[in-house]
Nanobody, 130 residues
Framework: QVQLVESGGGLVQPGGSLRLSCAAS????????LGWFRQAPGKEREGVSC????????YYEDSVKGRFTISRDNAKNTVYLQMNSLKPEDTAVYYC???????????????????????WGKGTLVTVSS
């Protein structure tokens, strides 16, 4: 069964950190671009960060630059999102995604509705609150 499973979400105070993980099963992530997306209540899903299949190219949405870091470990078939200096506006359900080669890494994040995503995880809730 092909699936992506996120973990690591939870409740954290403003200024705190969380590390999200997304493990794949049923397929190999090696040749996929990977990304983290989030959806807050009443808002559209947006691309937070994406990474190329080689890991050489990354994209970050402006509001998370300098605070979030995406990485991948193909040997573990896992992608990570390290989130530091968290803010209340980071509160959302975070989804990982995998897409076969096609669009650029930035385009995967910014234009995911146009290019499509091959696999989505079910999401993990991140709540930033004091």
């Amino acid at each position: 069964q092909v699936q992506l499973v996120e973990s690591g979400g939870g409740l954290v105070q403003p200024g705190g950190s969380l590390r999200l993980s997304c493990a794949a099963s049923g397929f190999t992530l090696d040749y996929y671009k990977l990304g983290w997306f989030r959806q807050a209540p009443g808002k559209e899903r947006e691309g937070v960060s994406c990474i190329s299949s080689s890991g050489d190219t990354t994209y970050y949405e402006d509001s998370v630059k300098g605070r979030f870091t995406i990485s991948r470990d193909n040997a573990k078939n896992t992608v990570y999102l390290q989130m530091n200096s968290l803010k209340p506006e980071d509160t959302a359900v975070y989804y990982c995604a995998a897409r076969r080669p096609g669009p650029t890494t930035q385009a995967m994040c910014v234009h995911h509705q146009d290019y499509g995503i091959n696999y989505w995880g079910k999401g993990t809730l991140v709540t930033v609150s004091s």
